[in-house]
């Protein structure tokens, strides 16, 4: 089955200094036997500590080199720190050179696709400006992706991006074969009910929280994306408060199952 766990899975256990990205990379691989990586720059070095700043090359080189060590696949890279949106145009200077950085970055680490955000949660209200300007600057950065051979776009994480209405009218404008939509499933602030549906043709990948996880509404939510013909990985995402080690087997467990049922 294509699953794989979502690096802010063990935010808390990093927080607590007993894991890295490295950690990460062997739970995965020898504890839960994936051979998937889904990376969050958050947990990197050198970022861990300023989310707008760069992880050094020399640790990206390293984190490669674990990756192919364990014969691991990126399925995608969750970046914050580079969204596309701010009111202060200098800050979206800074945050689009942040998002033209981790592209390449997710091409030497051998990624296959790059969550970028619309913006932060000041986002809201959208304005016709930020609309426009999200736009042509995802159809520059679907440009740079087609030509390393990634996807690209945003996750209804916040602000303006919660309203499956703006990732739909954002994904028609863009129009771009590299550009997609990584769906946090059932996460919206507006018309959760059909959400899903609304932006399932451009989803490139999935975030599977503990909530949805555990929802009456879970297999029907999977079933709203194989229904378009959805073929990717589903991304466990769950920060579970405490005991993160069984509350992850649960989880993928659980996902099997709705997986199975679907069968």
């Given at each position: 089955m ?5 690096g802010?899975?063990?935010?808390n ?6 894991m ?5 990379l062997?739970?995965?691989k020898?504890?839960y ?5 889904d ?8 970022v861990r500590?300023?989310?707008?700043s ?6 990206i ?11 691991m696949k ?13 009111e ?13 950085a981790y592209l390449?970055i997710?091409?030497?680490?051998g ?9 932060d949660?000041?986002?809201v209200?959208e304005t016709?400006?930020?609309?426009e ?11 740079i992706?087609?030509d390393?051979g ?7 994480h916040m602000?303006?991006a919660?309203n499956?209405?703006y990732?739909k009218k ?14 946090h499933?059932?996460r919206?602030d507006?018309?959760?009910e059909?959400?899903?549906s609304?932006?399932a043709?451009w989803v490139?990948?999935?975030h599977?929280?503990g909530?949805?996880v555990?929802?009456s509404k879970a ?7 194989l229904d378009?013909?959805y ?6 995402e ?6 993160q080690?069984?509350e ?7 996902v099997?199952?709705?997986l199975?049922?679907l069968?």
């Amino acid at each position: 089955m294509k699953i794989s766990i979502g690096g802010f899975s063990f935010f808390n256990t990093m927080k607590e200094g007993k894991m890295d990205t490295f950690g990460y990379l062997e739970s995965s691989k020898y504890r839960y036997r994936l051979d998937t990586v889904d990376l969050w720059n958050g947990a990197f070095i050198g970022v861990r500590d300023d989310i707008f700043s760069l992880p050094d090359e020399a640790y990206i080189t390293k984190l490669r080199e674990a990756i192919d060590e364990k014969e691991m696949k990126v399925v995608n890279i969750a970046v914050d720190g580079a969204h596309m949106w701010d009111e202060d145009p200098d800050k979206r200077k800074l945050l689009f050179n942040n998002a033209v950085a981790y592209l390449k970055i997710s091409d030497t680490l051998g990624a296959t696709s790059v969550r970028i955000d619309t913006g932060d949660k000041s986002s809201v209200p959208e304005t016709e400006e930020q609309f426009e300007y999200t736009v042509k600057k995802f159809q520059e950065l679907s440009q740079i992706a087609a030509d390393l051979g990634l996807i690209v776009g945003p996750e209804n994480h916040m602000g303006t991006a919660k309203n499956p209405h703006y990732l739909k009218k954002v994904a028609e404008a863009v129009n771009h074969p590299s550009f997609g939509i990584l769906l946090h499933m059932g996460r919206w602030d507006v018309d959760e009910e059909i959400g899903d549906s609304l932006v399932a043709p451009w989803v490139y990948h999935t975030h599977f929280d503990g909530k949805t996880v555990a929802s009456s509404k879970a297999e029907e939510l999977v079933k709203t994306l194989l229904d378009v013909g959805y073929d990717g990985y589903w991304g466990i995402e769950y920060n579970s408060p405490a005991n993160q080690y069984l509350e992850m087997d649960w989880a993928i467990a659980s996902v099997k199952r709705i997986l199975t049922n679907l069968k």
